[in-house]
Each structure stands twice: as structure tokens, then as C-alpha cells.
């Protein structure tokens, strides 16, 4: 099972940017999907999650700016981010809970990591 994370660059304060996270392998399920995201000297942080019924989660410094979605067809969820300010400039990691195979465990998946970039 592969998460490949797409979507970073660079982008003026007060842009936009949609970050894709979209999962491949031996799929059955997806469970909670989510992005987190690290700053230089930063520690990972959660930014936003998202359950299989859609019930949605965001850190308090991206609410109302960030929408976290997904696509249980194309097994990909999606962070689009909106009002980018400075400190959103780290790299983004997407999550997933997958299930491999029926009867088996689900296990977490980190994608490599997008570069987001906010600055003038």
C-alpha cells in the first residue's frame, strides 16, 4: 500500500492550494484519513482528519480556512486550504487507516510529504 501526496508549492498570503493524498495497493477498506503537517524545529502536528462517514476534525488554527474531503472511489482525500498565511508554510504529510484484505487489520499509512510554501 502506497499514499502519494501531491499538491504543495509556493503561494502569496491570502492564496489557495488543494493537496491531494491519494492511496494504491492492496486496498479493501479505508478507515480515518488526515493531513498533518511539520514547520522547521516543529514536531508534526495534526491539521485535519476525516472519518469514513465523513465526520470532520481540524486543529483550531485552520478552521474556517481549511475543508478536508474524500473520495472513497478513488481512495484519495483532499485538504484545500484557503486564506494561506505564513505560518501554514511547512511539509504536509497525509494518513490513512487501511485495510488490506478482508478479515485483516487495518494499519496507519504516511504518505512522503508535500512541501507548502506561503510567502511573498
Known amino acids: 500500500v502506497q499514499l502519494q501526496a501531491s499538491g504543495g508549492g509556493l503561494v502569496q498570503p491570502g492564496g489557495s492550494l488543494r493537496l491531494s493524498c491519494a492511496a494504491s495497493?492492496?486496498?479493501?477498506?479505508?478507515?480515518?484519513m488526515g493531513w498533518y503537517r511539520q514547520a522547521p524545529g516543529n514536531q508534526r502536528g495534526l491539521v485535519a482528519t476525516?472519518?469514513?462517514?465523513?465526520?470532520?476534525n481540524y486543529a483550531d488554527s485552520v478552521k474556517g480556512r481549511f475543508t478536508i474531503s474524500r473520495d472513497n472511489a478513488k481512495n484519495t482525500a483532499y485538504l484545500q486550504m484557503n486564506s494561506l498565511k505564513p505560518e501554514d508554510t511547512a511539509v504536509y504529510y497525509c494518513?490513512?487507516?487501511?485495510?488490506?484484505?478482508?478479515?485483516?487489520?487495518?494499519?496507519?499509512?504516511w504518505g512522503q510529504g508535500t512541501l507548502v510554501t506561503v510567502s511573498s
Open positions: 476525516i472519518t469514513s462517514r465523513d465526520s470532520t
Open positions: 495497493g492492496s486496498i479493501f477498506g479505508i478507515g480515518d
Open positions: 494518513y490513512a487507516d487501511i485495510q488490506p484484505r478482508l478479515w485483516a487489520p487495518s494499519t496507519g499509512s
